[in-house]
């Protein structure tokens, strides 16, 4: 049977590329996410079971992590909005928590979080703590995550992060930034899903040699 992989967030920028993807290898794949399946409709949608749930009301969701070998933690936010209750401890930290623990407790073998690559220290300082604070988190429950840190997903529908791209291509080149942006390598999100599920498949192979 095809192993089963439930990725919260399948719906969003780099969830769907991955969720694709993982369809397409054969995986049996289930995404979570408030508005379910992504608008407008493709014919690759039917390969997905898109399911509808809040990550914090886990009476929604924790049916479905029933026999998964992998859960995913696509869910991030970038900015947050805290006027209205949109915050990084929330959405990078709390979830992070939630699906880890949860996974734990219903014996997922593998738990994958995306985290993200720092690059000039004083640049978005807290959603970088807050990816390190997520990733403890999640190492507390899966001391043998996969935890990924990508730099920055190009996308045609985020017209901004191929401009982010040019402009640090360019500044790349000057001394002081070089230091930073040395190991910073903006991918087109289509690349970074493709890269995520290489890592992913090669995991679930090392955990299942170790069982045999
Ligand atoms: N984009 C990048 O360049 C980049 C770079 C490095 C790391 N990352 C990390 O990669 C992850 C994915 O980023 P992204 O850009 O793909 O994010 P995104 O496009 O904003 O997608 C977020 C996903 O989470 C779902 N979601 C949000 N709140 C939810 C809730 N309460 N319950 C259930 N689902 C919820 C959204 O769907 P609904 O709104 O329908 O719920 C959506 O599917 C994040 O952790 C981010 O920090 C991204």
Redesign the pocket.
Known sequence: MADKIVI????????QRLVRLAAEKGYQVVS????GAPIPAESWHTKVEWVK????VLKEWQMVLEDAEVVVD???I?QQKKVAGITYAK??VEVAQILASEAKEQKVPLFVY???KRFIPIILKQYFES?QQAEKQVRCYYPEALIIR????IGKERQG?QLLDRFIKLIRKLPFFSNFLSDFKPQTVETGAKDILGEITQKLVSLENRQT
Not at 150 to 153: D, Q, T, Y
């Open positions: 919260f967030g399948g719906s969003g920028f780099l969830g979570v996410s408030r508005k749930a809040d990550v914090f696509c869910i991030g970038l959405f990078n995306i985290s993200a990816k990508p730099s920055l997903f992060t």
